[in-house]
């Protein structure tokens, strides 16, 4: 997995509440078998005016001009700042997956859905919760500042605004240190292999008709 | 100290605890599906690491395959290859059971667990799929994961988790003549919000939960992703007991006694702490329909669509206008004068024999509206297909005027070739009114099964309980 330890870059608000998984990584391009290339195609059915299907070439769609990511002034743009219960909806990672290949190192929102919240972790991307005030405030900085950036320094738990704003945020322990060292968690799990054995050995004996 | 069902089954599965109490769970029940699996088996290929127990591996196809014309194979060539990558995995790791397409126990998986009797009180289910709750339905801790987290549990057996908060919603009373599972929890997530659960484990208690059949407890705790929470899921009784006698994968004789001695502890003490608790009176939940594109977009088929302005928050103002203009509403409008073009029976929702049964009965006699340019009935799996055509259910269906299908997730989510064209309005016993969900530019509204046939053969969405009653 790649390391997140500091990143600083210009933030790009998507203005809306409840944006779910369909509409993050729309279902057709789930027949990939592959977990990248899906950059492109994020946000599809709101970021061009055409239907999207897999194998198009991307490049040569019609954008919808009103669409937040597709504005000259967030071109570039690597921190992704929403509202409320962002990744709602179905487990697909190819969501996660989509926002990394578009670019995204960090969402900032006032909350997430719990397996899309999750998955970010898996592939180093960073989704922060911070209060609605603080959220809000970065709203309107984003849309009054042209080229408005941000630095989240994850190992001092703080987003820090250009103003010298300093927001902290909370991260799991465990999770801030596979983050930090882009540490592979099944390598870790495999550490605890003799316990696991064990654990299943017991589990065995006890309800043998879950072994059947 | 008295334990929540919820605190009993997490203890009963901690292999390790980490210092910030990020704990290693065991996992009983891997389910597999062609999706979200191909990544996670060449994953750990490339890593040179080998599955850990296949034998916790149910692994079927579904969400690609198509509903009809079976001879042909699947015509779609990116979907055949994913699902022939599944054929091949599998092949190569080995499974305890394996319904491949055209199998006759073939079907969406979370119909098939249960149906094998491969979902058991007790166990932790995962699947890479948002609707793995459906399996809380007995007293599981069931949630979806990431592909990721599949090649995890591939490798491992195990998931790193945290512990969730409690929630127990109780549903009191009785639900009057023509109200469902299905009403009961589009009522809660109308109540509580797509986000209301988020960092819950939700308990479903009460007398009404207590009433309802297996198939019915399935269909709400399928729905608490929907209300924010991974797990759903509802303590052991009798019902789930009766529902396991004699299935695939049920403890055999041997084993029979001792395993639901075991599986009569899986419920909450009766002084249980909850971090919150959510009341409803059944008796006051009406026939539901969504109007929005979020499932908490929701009321009554005696209500009236919403306007923007009924809404104080700002962003939930701006986002019901978004919605309504989506879904080519105007506030104020009867929901049961909104004409419909298509209707969808079926998904991990709404596809079991008793939702057939509870269609047929309304579709008995009548006939699908003229309006209607389709109405689909999907069976969750080969076995419940084969139910219904031995009950006659399918002649009941298409004497009117609904095609009946083959088994898969179909038009819930429209990876194969049913699906909703821009502008088209659906009556849809699915789990999910999404922007775009069953078709780029569709517009779905989510209803139980015999909402949808009431709906079917008025051409508009209408209140089942007065063709019933």
Redesign the interface.
Known sequence: MEKFTTHEGLVVPLDRANVDTDAIIPKQFLKSIKRSGFGPNAFDEWRYLDHGEPGMDNANRIKNPDFILNQQRYQGASILLVRSNFGCGSSREHAPWALQDFGFRAILGESFADIFFNNCFKNGLLPIVLPKAEIDALFLLTQSTPGFRITVDLAAQVVNRPDGHKIPFVVDAFRKECLLNGWDDIGLTLRQAEKIRAFEAQRRIEQPWLFA | MSKTLYDKLWENHV??T???G?A?L?I?RHLVHE??S??AF??LKL?G?KP??V?SIVATAD??TPTDHWEKGIQ?P??R??VE?LDANIHEVGA?AYFPFKDKRQGIVHVIGPEQGAT?P??TVVC???H?STHGAFACLA???????V??VL????L?Q?KSKTMLVKIEGKVGAGVTAKDIVLALIGKIG??GG??YAIEFGGSAIRALSMEGRMTVCNMA?EA???VGFVAVDETTIEYLKGRT????AG?WEK?TA?WRTLVSDADAPFDAVVELDASEIAPQVTWGT?PEMVAGIDANVPAPEDFNDP??R??VA?ALEYMGLVPHTPINQIMIDKVFIGSCTNSRIEDLRAAATVAKGRHVAANIKLALVVPGSGLVKHQAEAEGLDKIFLAAGFEWRQPGCSMC???NDDRLL?GERCASTSN?N????QG??GRTHLLSPAMAVAAAIAGHFSDVRELTS
């Open positions: 292999v390790h980490e210092a910030d990020t290693l065991y009983d999706v979200t191909p990544q060449e994953g890593a690491r850990w127990r034998s969400h690609n779609d990116v979907s290859q994913q990558t305890l058991l007790g166990m890479g799929d948002s793995t949630h979806g994961i990431g592909t990721s987290e090649e995890h490798a491992t057996q195990c790193l945290k797509t986000a988020t960092g992703i924010g929470a991974r994968f049920s403890p055999k084993d395993a075991y979020s962003v939930k701006e986002g978004r989510l429209a990876m821009p999910r999404f922007e775009g969900r780029n530019g």
